[in-house]
């Protein structure tokens, strides 16, 4: 989980807080939100790969998005941010192995 937690600090904690608690109404709270950890891990990698940008609303005419990592992070250390962020602030949810991020990476089924 070290690796895990360093890449977090290092790439998501700006935006999602030390304590993955996110920001109200711009960063996704990750601390106890089911979508973290869900048994499927997949949209989550995907959205670490991938990066996702909501649509523009009258209400939130430039919202915040999340930028896409796959370019920056191995499948290890996306495994291992994935498996920090699925199991840190009470979170409990199984690690994530290499070959499912490799698996989302090419757009294969688990």
Not at 7 to 36: D, K, M, W
Not at 42 to 65: C, D, K, M
């Amino acid at each position: 989980m070290a690796l895990g937690r360093a890449i977090y600090e290092r790439q998501c904690a700006v935006c999602h807080g030390a304590e993955g608690q996110g920001t109200p109404g711009a960063f996704p709270a990750l601390a106890g939100n089911a979508s973290v950890t869900l048994a499927e891990p997949r949209n989550l990698l995907l959205v670490l790969l991938e990066g996702g940008y909501p649509p523009s609303t009258r209400q939130q005419p430039q919202p915040h998005g999340m930028p896409p990592f796959g370019h920056v992070l191995s499948d290890a250390q996306v495994a291992a941010v994935a498996s920090y962020v699925r199991n840190a602030w009470g979170n409990k949810a199984a690690e994530i192995g290499n070959m499912e991020v490799y698996r989302a990476r090419e757009g294969r089924d688990f």
